[in-house]
């Protein structure tokens, strides 16, 4: 089992609609976790944080089940300018603090 | 926020020689840096966590004779690939995290696109 699982997608979706990401993680001891952004050709970058109250950025929101080691990213009123792929990212309980990087899933938000 | 320099952006090598990929902190000090490498459609994947002052560390399957690591100060990581080969070709990404900022963000270089012919 991958240490972090993600739908690669594509998604393909119309401008406006609402789509949700979903991701697993294995290591239970896992202490933090985040949703990044990869454009084609370039650096992650992020995206948000995720806690465990479940987060909001204006129209993304981050939710975390520590539980069922389950992580999610919703995102409302899609944009042309989302289409990129999301990255879960999980960090361990090290002292350097190793993250690990989903395979991502790709969106495409179509006009 | 913090910025991490990587350089160069992309490179193309022959067959057989060594290619030397540089990873800065502008504005912070990084004990660790991260070296990842991503194959098309493929997720970033871990292959060393450089430590400022002595070893790397290597993950399973990474061959440290291959891709040499130095972190000889707070601000810089050297990754070296030598011998390069075709299936070497990939994106090289580094990252370091602000310990300084009070959060565990990533930061990532822009990245480096190795093609050997």
């Known amino acids: 089992r991958k240490e972090v699982e993600q739908d690669p997608g594509p998604f393909n979706v119309p401008e406006g609609a609402t789509v949700a990401f979903n991701c697993t993680y294995s290591n239970s001891a896992s202490q933090s976790f985040f949703w990044y952004r990869q454009d084609c050709r370039k650096e992650p970058k992020l995206l948000m944080s995720?806690?465990?109250s479940g987060n909001e950025d204006g129209r993304f929101t981050a939710q975390l089940n520590r539980a069922s080691q389950y992580i999610s990213l919703l995102i409302r009123d899609s944009k042309l300018s989302d289409s990129a792929t999301y990255l879960c990212?999980?960090?361990?309980?090290?002292?350097?603090?190793?993250?690990?990087f989903g395979t991502g899933t790709k969106l495409q938000v179509i006009p | 926020g913090a910025v991490v320099s990587q350089h160069p952006s992309w490179v193309i090598c022959k067959s057989g020689t060594s290619v030397k990929i540089e990873c800065r902190s502008l504005d912070f000090q990084a004990t660790t840096m991260f070296w990842y490498r991503q194959f098309p459609k493929q997720s970033l994947m871990l292959m060393a966590t450089s430590n400022e002052g002595s070893k790397a560390t290597y993950e399973q399957g990474v061959e440290k004779d291959k891709f040499l690591i130095n972190h000889a100060s707070l601000t810089l990581s050297t990754l070296t690939v030598t011998s390069a080969h075709p299936e070497d070709s990939s994106f090289y990404i580094c990252?370091?995290?602000?310990w300084g900022f009070g959060n565990t963000e990533a930061f990532f270089g822009q990245g480096t696109r190795l093609t050997v012919v």
């Open positions: 990252s370091a995290r602000d």
């Open positions: 995720v806690y465990s």
């Open positions: 990212v999980v960090g361990d309980s090290g002292g350097y603090q190793k993250v690990t």
